[in-house]
């Protein structure tokens, strides 16, 4: 018994979402009614049009329900693949093909799953669409998964993992690491199993917006295999709270496959009771939807539980129900529901070709009297508009003397709307971070109290697990907040409030001071060239700290293990140079060019796991420049990163002793 995570295709339009409830009378696979579209504006539901935009609709409906009513599903996307065919939509046709072959994996019948695989791969080919052929090569692979042919199922599951890499979609790549995970629990390669299991569910939190479905099918395998290797307590705690998830959402062929596994471990547990609870609820939902493989393993779940409580007669029966469906089965497999469809489809297409030859004579008569309208119509608006030419040349006058009073009260408009817009900008700028930045962290914080809740008899190492997120999710939150919060008191404070002499020497020691233990964690040397010159500027103590305590933080935070953080100091002219220099892997060209934005989402990432606000270097800048002064970044890629700053120096001042920067002894980690 396996559950693979089956890719599908999901293009969202406003169009389409306008369509989305309107599909009625789909009552399941084997059903044949008409479907209809529902008319706003008529209060009433009137037969689809073949256009691409009901295609889109009906694939639309069909995707969403594909895990929560398979009657619905099924039946959209046969006649999104009708109205595809008629229209020549070669997209449509694909998505249609593909979505038809995961409904018949789902009942069970390889046979028709695989070929109308193979009918979406052949379109997908001729359009060169490298994410359809991705996507096909994953579900085929499930069809050789549940025929055990682990082997041809492997081949199909690299090639497509090879497909998503090159197109850079970490989330396909993760549910396709997830199905090749399950070969290796088949396989009983356990180890191997969990740890690309868990490599999912790790991978799946790191985005913005975490993909909880994705981590919970990933919890749901996780626990699917401590059951195989009889680790029961662990299994139950991940079972329940994917279980619990699946359930709370209405992902029903999740929560079938769900309690089946939970049957299955309450019966080797001998509490066969539980075993029979969860057994029936899965044989229930599986008949409902017609999920054949799953209504077989049910049964044969139910008859085993029976037979080992000594009811011989309910096992037996049980038992003969099993065989019944894989008998249904094996003949579907062996074609004789092709032909039947077959005709079915046929039929139906010449019925539409009926049709569409009586709405083009309708169409022929319509246009003859158009044609007459718009003769008429033609001649009535030349009257017309000789008249309207003389009204306006009479109106010209007074509309010369309006438009100048237009143009003055313009010009105020466009002041005030200028300054309406500033604050606009600013109220939407931190709307943006709310829904954005602040969103993803407690949408995380929620997920993780969800899946806490959800365990019953929690153990501390799974709580640990949970409890870690939260503490990442909340720390993200507060440094967020920590340099919004700055930018606004900066955009409140005068140029010149609390602007004095400085030494850098001495703020650089401070700086360096702060960061010896954060250096330390990740084993990287501080090294401090303070020049004996003069360094005295002009600035706000507090702002020029947090200048070089960022650019020193970032330098830690993207070097690796082992290495230098340099930062010297010496006189330039009428300017003090600042400089941090790390030995990171570098900044690519196309980074450098936004690099002191606000919010700015880089290539390179953090060589700890540290999370960035993409606020340090844009509030680096703005310090800086309301001093007077100036940063930027010279980089090369694969040697390291080295950032400047150059603030001004008082006008005329005394010259002094030199001062003697503190490079002695090695401290900490600081040279």
């Not at 090879?162 to 850079?168: N, P």
């Not at 790549?173 to 199905?179: D, F, I, Y």
């Not at 010449?350 to 709405?359: M, V």
């Not at 010149?496 to 650089?508: S, Y």
Request: a neutral charge; glycine letters at 6%.
């Amino acid at each position: 018994m396996t559950y693979l995570f089956t890719l599908l295709l999901t293009f969202a339009s406003a169009d389409t979402a306008a369509h989305a409830d309107a599909i009625a009378h789909q009552n399941g696979p084997n059903q044949d009614d008409q479907v209809y579209l529902y008319d706003d504006e008529t209060s009433s539901y009137v037969e689809y049009p073949r256009t691409q935009t009901v295609a889109d609709s009906l694939l639309d409906v069909a995707t969403r329900e594909r895990s929560r009513n398979s009657g619905v599903s099924f039946n959209a996307a046969r006649q999104a693949l009708s109205v595809s065919k008629d229209i020549d939509y070669t997209e449509g046709i694909a998505r249609a093909h593909n979505l038809i072959g995961i409904k018949y994996l789902d009942f069970g019948d390889h046979e028709l799953a695989h070929r109308h695989y193979l009918q979406a791969l052949s379109v997908e080919n001729a359009r060169n669409n490298s994410e359809g052929i991705a996507r096909l090569l994953n579900n085929i692979a499930q069809i050789y998964v549940e025929q055990e042919n682990y082997s041809e199922g492997s081949s199909y599951l690299r090639a497509s993992m090879k497909k998503w890499k090159e197109l850079g979609d970490d989330r396909r790549l993760l549910a396709t690491t997830n199905n090749l995970g399950i070969i290796h629990r088949r396989e009983k390669r356990y180890k191997k199993a969990l740890d690309l299991f868990w490599d999912v569910a790790n991978r799946s939190l790191e985005p913005e917006e975490p993909d909880s479905l994705m981590y919970t099918v990933a919890m749901l395998n996780i626990g699917t295999t401590y059951k195989d290797k009889e680790s029961f307590r662990r299994a139950s705690i991940h079972l329940h709270a994917a279980r619990s998830y699946f359930e709370r959402h209405s992902y029903t062929a999740h929560r079938v496959y769900a309690d089946i596994v939970l049957g299955e471990l309450y019966r080797d547990l001998g509490e066969y009771g539980k075993a029979l609870e969860y057994s029936s609820h899965a044989l229930k939902a599986a008949r409902k939807e017609q999920f054949r493989e799953r209504t077989k393993e049910a049964l044969l779940l139910e008859s085993e539980i029976y037979e080992k409580q000594g009811k011989q007669g309910l096992a037996f029966a049980r038992f003969k129900r099993y065989h019944e469906v894989s008998d249904s089965l094996q003949n579907m497999q062996r074609g004789e529901r092709i032909k039947e469809l077959q005709a079915r489809f046929d039929a139906e297409k010449k019925d539409r070709e009926i049709d569409l030859l009586n709405k083009e004579a309708a169409l022929q008569e319509a246009k003859i009297v158009q044609h007459d309208q718009l003769e008429s119509f033609l001649i009535f608006s030349v009257l017309l508009l000789l008249t309207i030419v003389g009204l306006l040349i009479r109106a010209n006058h007074q509309r010369r003397k309006n438009n100048q009073k237009l143009r003055e009260g313009r010009l105020e408009i466009g002041k005030q709307n200028r300054e309406l817009s500033k604050l606009n900008r600013e109220k939407d700028e931190f709307m943006s971070i709310a829904a954005h930045d602040l969103r993803n962290p407690l949408s995380s914080i929620n997920m993780a109290v969800d899946l806490i809740n959800g365990v019953p008899d929690i153990d501390k190492e799974t709580l640990r697990e949970y409890t870690g997120i939260i503490k990442i999710s909340s720390d993200r939150m507060r440094n967020l907040i920590n340099s919004v919060l700055h930018i606004h008191s900066m955009d409140g404070q005068s140029a010149d409030d609390k602007v004095k002499t400085l030494d850098a020497n001495r703020i650089v020691d401070e700086a360096v001071h702060n960061f010896l233990k954060p250096a330390e964690r990740k084993q990287i040397t501080l090294q401090k060239n303070l020049t004996s010159a003069k360094t005295t500027f002009l600035g706000d103590s507090d702002n020029v700290l947090r200048i070089f305590e960022n650019l020193i933080s970032n330098a830690i935070k993207y070097s690796p293990p082992e290495t230098t953080v340099t930062i010297s100091t010496r006189a330039a002219g009428d300017k003090v140079r600042v400089a941090i220099a790390d030995q990171g892997p570098g900044i690519p060209e196309e980074d450098q060019q936004k690099l002191f934005c606000k919010f700015a989402r880089l290539s390179n990432k953090p060589t700890g796991n540290e999370s960035s606000t993409g606020l340090g270097l844009y509030i680096v800048k703005k310090i800086t420049e309301a001093m007077g002064g100036r940063v930027w970044c010279e980089s090369e890629p694969g040697v390291g990163s080295t950032f400047y700053v150059e603030l001004p120096v008082p006008k005329a001042h005394k010259k002094a002793a030199p001062h003697k920067p503190s490079t002695g002894g090695r401290r900490a980690g600081v040279k």
